[in-house]
Each structure stands twice: as structure tokens, then as C-alpha cells.
């Protein structure tokens, strides 16, 4: 995501970032490159020029041109701004307590990920031990709400729906009524949409809005149509009200023009971005986070909350006795495999280290070397995986059938493997001599 944008701004950033002395023509000339990045973004003009103004008047006040380091001061300015042009922090939902129905309000045109951000939005609240109800008042696009009972029934949420009713307001009253008689605290509605934005759906919209009474009432737009987005927000805003936005498809986005737009030309916070088509592919937006990333200096905290979302403590504590003992097997190797993938991509990951962010193609990352693995490992008995040395050539022969790739693949992920055991063997050893050291006090910081 953001890879375009990213580029050039990492490009700008390690130019100017590392000079010793910077004058008023270097702010000048790396001010005009950030212009032509933003607008290349498709960021809306407005936007841009408010943007580019306030960097270079502060950029080139004498704090930054005689400061012991000009150039990373030049730097933290730009993400300032940048975050400033974002939104500031991160910004929750407000719903009410446990004891009353919250009700979420869900806007957009077709195609813009409405329902399926409904699902997701629905499969997080239940994570947070919301107990929540969908209600499918798309009465208009075909299928809208099979779609929601289908995606409703894959996560274990409740939909609301009355087969064939053409008044959408009646089944969001009667939604509402249900979700208060049957003790949901959150009732998230899923709405109409249309091709463009016209008179009659806002209207309707309108008219279910006022049925509902809406604590959250948020707009999903498309991260792929860019400035456009913020502008139909800003519709949506006038017509509706909205309290925010639920950019989709954000992981596709490699140019930033929808999420740097929208904040100032709406003054709504985006509150979510869609990262994939998986039910947990909803995450909460964080302006200074996505700059980092943008400015090419990566995004470590994500990193790392990803991973403790799917390694726990004791899993990790497991995992490191089995590196020091040398019994990590073939089946800890494919529950790895098992672990990343819930991580994300792996060039998504990578985006995420500073140093990488932006630097690495997708070309370059072996999607389907992994693939393959994954099937070689799936191809072998319980007791293979447990024991890689009893894989023989024979057993080798029928491993390289079974997942469709030949015995130079097998061969290969074996060798693969015991590499990366002496790898992590080593790399756990390394870190026990370090931690004895510093209990003897042999490091500094040691007792």
C-alpha cells in the first residue's frame, strides 16, 4: 500500500535527511518535489498548496537553517504536517455502554465495499466482546442482502433481514426493535447505494438515518478512487452527516490521494482502512503511523502488534526453548508459515521496517517459493514433519507427487530447513550469552 507515494517521498527524505548544511534553495527544491509527489498522489489541489505553504514558511526559519542537524529538522516538519494533514490521532467509535444498542450507520456508493466493511466491522466488535446484529437494508443492488446473511452466518454474527421487502426504513425500525428486545449492544446497518450519488438515495438515506437515530454514522469510500473520495464524502456529509470514514481497499492503494484528502477537505476522521478481503481485514487508522510509512521510515509498531496478535507469550517462550534444543521440526516450520500468513503479506511486512518501506518490489518477494513449501509440507506424514530425517528417497519421491512439485523442490526445502535450524540455534544461543552477561554485569546496563 501507499508504494508510489512512499517511493517518492523516501527518495526526498534520504536526500535532504542526512546534509550537515541545508540552505534556503535545498528547502525550496525538496518542497517542490514534495509538491509534485503529492499531486502526482492525486492529493486535492487545495489541500496541496495549504500543505506546501506552511512546510516551506517554517521550514525555512532560521530554527531549521542553523540547527545542529537541518536536515532531519527539515524532516520532522514534513511529518508533522503530514500527520496534522491526516487527522491528528487515532479516532475510536463512540458507541454507548453494554446495557444500551449502539447502532452504527454504514454509507457508500456501490462498489465502494460497503457491505463487506460491514462484516468486517461486525467481526471486530465481536472480538471486543460486543454482541452485535447486522441489519441488511440494501434493498436495491442485487444480491445485497444475500450477501450480508452469507458473510453474517461465515462470521457468527446475526443478520436482520425480511425476504422481499422493498421499505428500507421499516426494516431498519424493526432491526433496531429486535436488536433492543434481544439484547444486542451494537446494531451495525448496512445501507443503499447507487452507482452515483442522486436526490432519491439521499433521501432514503435520510429517512433512515432518522428511524435509527445513528451514533456512528460512516462513510465507506473507495481508497482507489482517490481525491474523488473526499469529495463524495464531503456530499455524504452535507446530505447525511457523517462522523467518519471507513476508507476500503486501502491495501491496493499505491498513490495516498484519498487518505491525505480526506481529513482536511471534510474535516472527518478516517477511523478504519481495509487491508484485505478477509473477515479481519479492518484496521484502525493511525495518521502517524501511515506517515511514517509514507516518509519511508516504516512502521514498527504495527509490526509488532500484529505479531502479538498471533504469537502469545507462552507460544514465543516455546518457540525459543525449541531453537536453543534443536527439536524445532518440519511441523513447527509450517505453523510458522500458518502464523505469517495471518500477519499479512509478506510484502506488507516488509513495507513495515524501516529502511524497506517502499524499497521492496513484489517481484522481489518469493510468494510463491512459500506456496510451494506449504504444499510440500502438507504432502508429508505427521510423523515426516516430527522427524525430517526418516524422509528418505523414496518418501521424498511420494512427497514431490503429493503436492504437485518435483524431488529437486523437496530437497530443497529440507536443506532450507536444517540451514534455518542452525540459524535459530545459534541466534537463541547469542541471546542467552547476552543475558548472562548482563546479569554479571559484563554489558552495559548489566547489575
Known amino acids: ?59 525555512k526559519g532560521e530554527k531549521v537553517l542553523r540547527s545542529v542537524q537541518p536536515g532531519q529538522q527539515f524532516i520532522k516538519i514534513v511529518y508533522d504536517r503530514m500527520v496534522g494533514l491526516l487527522g491528528e490521532g487515532r479516532q475510536d467509535l463512540v458507541l454507548k455502554g453494554p446495557d444500551t444498542t449502539s447502532v452504527i450507520l454504514l454509507l457508500g456508493l456501490q462498489g465502494s465495499g460497503k457491505t463487506t466493511s460491514a462484516s468486517k466491522l461486525a ?32 462470521i457468527g454474527v446475526e443478520v436482520y433481514l425480511e425476504e422481499g421487502a422493498k421499505d428500507p426504513v421499516k426494516v431498519a425500525k424493526a432491526a433496531l426493535a429486535k436488536a433492543k428486545h434481544d439484547l444486542y449492544d ?84 478516517v477511523k478504519f482502512v481495509g487491508v484485505s478481503e478477509k473477515p479481519e481485514g479492518l484496521e484502525p487508522f493511525y495518521p502517524d503511523r501511515v506517515a511514517s510509512r509514507i516518509l519511508g521510515m516504516g512502521d514498527v509498531v504495527s509490526l509488532v502488534e500484529k505479531a502479538q496478535e498471533v504469537y502469545d507469550q507462552e507460544e514465543a517462550l516455546d518457540l525459543e526453548q525449541k531453537m536453543v534444543d534443536e527439536s524445532f521440526s518440519l511441523q513447527d516450520y509450517l505453523e510458522q508459515i500458518a502464523k505469517m500468513k495471518k500477519m499479512g503479506s509478506v510484502k506488507g511486512m516488509l513495507d513495515m521496517i524501516p529502511g524497506l518501506a517502499g524499497q521492496v518490489d513484489e517481484s522481489q518477494v518469493d510468494m510463491e517459493g512459500m506456496k510451494y513449501e506449504e504444499a510440500i509440507l ?51 544461543k547469542n541471546k542467552g550469552a547476552m543475558a548472562k552477561m548482563m546479569q554479571g554485569g559484563q554489558f552495559p546496563g548489566g547489575r
Open 1 to 59: 500500500m501507499l508504494e508510489k507515494i512512499s517511493q517518492k517521498f523516501g527518495d526526498i527524505v534520504r536526500t535532504i535527511g542526512g546534509k550537515s548544511a541545508i540552505s534556503e534553495k535545498n528547502v525550496e527544491e525538496a518542497v517542490e518535489q514534495i509538491k509534485l509527489a503529492l499531486l502526482e498522489a492525486d492529493v486535492n489541489l487545495r489541500v496541496v498548496r495549504r500543505f506546501v505553504n506552511a512546510t516551506l514558511e517554517e521550514a
Open 123 to 154: 467481526y471486530q466488535l465481536k472480538g471486543k466482546g460486543r454482541k452485535v446484529m447486522l441489519a441488511a437494508c440494501d434493498l436495491v443492488r442485487p444480491a445485497a442482502v444475500e450477501q450480508l446473511r452469507v458473510l453474517g452466518e461465515q
Open 186 to 269: 451494537t446494531l451495525i446497518v448496512d445501507t443503499t447505494g447507487r452507482l452515483q450519488i442522486d436526490e432519491a438515495m439521499m433521501d432514503e438515506l435520510v429517512r433512515v438515518r432518522d428511524a435509527v437515530k445513528p451514533d456512528e454514522a460512516l462513510l465507506v469510500a473507495d481508497a482507489m478512487t482517490g481525491q474523488a473520495a473526499a469529495d463524495i464524502a464531503k456530499t455524504f456529509d452535507e446530505k447525511v452527516g457523517i462522523t467518519g470514514v471507513i476508507l476500503s481497499k486501502f491495501d491496493s492503494d499505491a498513490r495516498g490521494g484519498a487518505a491525505l484528502s480526506l481529513r482536511s477537505v471534510t474535516g472527518k476522521p
Open 378 to 428: 502438507r504432502s508429508m506424514t505427521l510423523k515426516e514433519r516430527s522427524n525430517y530425517l526418516i524422509i528418505g528417497p523414496k518418501r521424498r519421491t511420494r512427497i514431490a507427487k503429493g503436492s504437485g512439485t518435483s524431488v529437486a523442490d523437496v530437497n530443497r526445502l529440507l536443506k532450507k530447513f536444517e540451514k534455518t535450524r542452525t540459524m535459530m540455534k545459534k541466534m537463541a
